[in-house]
């Protein structure tokens, strides 16, 4: 079984940079998907950005440039980088795994095991 954890939301004021981590424990494999998304108070679950044993993927327009993902298979985790965050970046940040596809989607759906979430705050 394969449990994921996320760390390093934090509140910031707006301009700043955050990097989430996302530790994968147990019976891990580097070729999964893995995926960041993000939930605001009120509305839907959204991607933020994918990678797999090919690429990456940003989700949103948004977020090209400011938002990065990478991975330490040494270490079995994924992070995200946010840099020049703005208030609407505020949400809970779930980090997805799922399994290995040529291409990793930018879709919920596609993941089947998730974190607990980690709060995100940007103050303008």
């Known amino acids: 079984q394969v449990h994921l954890v996320e760390s390093g939301g934090d509140s910031v004021q707006a301009g700043g940079s955050l990097r989430l981590s996302c530790a994968a424990s147990g019976n891990t494999d580097s070729s999964y998907c893995m995926a960041w998304f993000r939930q605001a108070p009120g509305k839907r679950r959204e991607a933020v950005v994918t990678?797999?044993?090919?690429?990456?993927?940003t989700c949103r327009e948004s977020m090209k440039g400011r938002f990065t993902i990478s991975q330490d298979n040494a270490k079995n985790t994924v992070y995200l980088q946010m840099n020049s965050l703005k208030p609407e970046d505020t949400a809970m940040y779930y980090c997805?795994?799922?399994?290995?596809?040529?291409?990793?989607?930018?879709?919920?759906?596609?993941?089947?095991?998730w974190g607990q979430g980690t709060q995100v705050t940007v103050s303008s």
């Open positions: 997805a795994a799922g399994p290995p596809r040529p291409y990793c989607f930018c879709v919920a759906d596609s993941y089947d095991l």
């Open positions: 990678i797999g044993s090919r690429d990456t993927t």
